[in-house]
């Protein structure tokens, strides 16, 4: 295991203050309080040293084109494989050292992670949920995940906690991308997502819910899943929030993954009535984490940096704020508690970047080095 000085920069620990001047020494995969004995020296002089960033929410089966769903469809399952691992590639390149992947046909998902973990391919650490929980022909039923009633979801649950995932991701409502769904309808009853509630936590798992519709939304809170994905309040008219469900997200300590698309700043047609959501789910007291759907059309896998300042344009909040939710939040939230921070014996997973990102986000496109469980994995010397 290589040991490292990253020496001669600043370095953010992924909490409240800004960077400070300081090396950062890792030894055996950790982060060490001191120069290990014989460490190679990385000159890092001008650059900033942060932990690596937790990307909430991926498809890391999808290529991130219009033609994805073609692209899917055509794949043989070696192919499928092989994609995934180049996309947990091309998130780990960018700083994205933590992947939750959120809907991938089970068995490729399990396998990528386990073999990245293993050392066996490179990539960014994996998190995964396999194939959603949906109704038959219900949003991305195409992943091999369908099961209905009460009885059917249970065994879906005991399915997938077999095969080895570490979430169960259900589909509370449609989907925009399923033809056939209907986003602003929900797919299951309140007696079928606390099934799959009851089934998850007796084996040790937490739900995210996939929800658009306000519908959705109100099914899955009042089912008492554990994290709503988008949440986007979608009616046919648009986004409209609604502050009493928003209270009791916050009430039932729901988390909340927003799916913040890069590509919003640049639909001024979108962009106010979703900032104003994120804003109240904020202002509600709301336990918020980065994420961004990466993978769907428009939304490469290296996504985040954009999302990054498109959230903070939505919230106003200060370059530090904003890389928490991508850092040590995400960490705590998803309860990744060994990474997310630098201190001694924390993973070493580290993004080396020009500039100050506590104080500029754009930084964050001038990546210098990339450390992954204390291997370098990139390094623009
Ligand atoms: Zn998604």
């Not at 950790?30 to 890092?44: F, K, N």
């Not at 009535?273 to 759907?293: H, K, N, P, W, Y």
């Not at 996504?303 to 106003?316: E, F, G, H, P, S």
Request: net charge negative; proline share 4%.
């Amino acid at each position: 295991m290589v040991t490292l000085t990253l020496a001669g920069g600043r370095v953010w620990d992924g909490l409240d203050g800004a960077s400070t001047a300081g090396d950062v020494h890792l030894s055996e995969g950790v982060i060490a309080s001191t120069a290990p004995e014989g460490a190679r020296v990385l000159d890092v002089s001008g650059c900033t040293v942060l932990p690596g960033l937790i990307e909430g929410h991926t498809h890391l089966a999808f290529n991130a084109q219009p033609d994805w769903r073609a692209v899917y469809d055509g794949d043989s399952r070696e192919r499928m494989l092989l994609r995934m691992q180049g996309h947990a590639m091309v998130a780990l390149r960018s700083g994205i050292t933590t992947v939750r992947d959120l809907g991938a046909p089970t068995d490729l998902a399990v396998t990528l992670r386990d073999a990245i973990q293993g050392g066996l391919v490179a990539g960014a650490d994996l998190v995964v949920a396999g194939a959603p929980v949906t109704t038959t022909g219900g949003h991305c039923w195409f992943m091999g995940g369908e099961a209905d009633g009460e009885l059917g979801v249970r065994v879906g649950v005991r399915e997938r906690v077999k095969a080895g995932v570490d979430w169960i991701k259900v589909m509370a409502s449609g989907g925009n991308m399923t033809p056939g769904s209907n986003p602003f309808a929900a797919q299951y009853s309140v007696a079928e997502l606390r099934a799959i509630i009851e089934e998850a936590h007796r084996l040790d798992r937490r739900v995210a819910a996939h929800a658009h519709g306000v519908v959705g939304i109100e099914v899955a809170v009042e089912a008492g899943v554990d994290v709503l994905e988008h949440c986007s309040f979608q009616t046919a008219a648009g986004s409209v929030k609604d502050l009493g469900v928003i209270a009791e997200i916050a009430r039932k300590g729901i988390l909340v993954s927003p799916t913040i698309s890069g590509r919003l700043i640049d639909q001024p047609d979108r962009f106010p009535q979703r900032a104003d959501l994120v804003r109240a789910l904020f202002e509600a007291g709301c336990d918020i984490f980065m994420s961004t759907d990466s993978g769907i059309p428009g939304l490469p896998h290296d996504d985040i940096v954009r999302a990054l300042r498109t959230m903070q344009a939505m919230t106003a909040q200060s370059a530090v704020e904003v890389l928490r939710l991508a850092t040590s939040t995400s960490a705590r939230l998803l309860r990744l508690t060994d990474r997310g921070t630098i201190a001694p014996g924390q993973r070493a997973d580290l993004l080396v970047v020009e500039g100050d990102p506590t104080r500029d986000l754009e930084t964050l496109e001038r990546v210098r080095a990339v450390v992954a469980g204390g291997r370098l994995v990139r390094w623009e010397g």
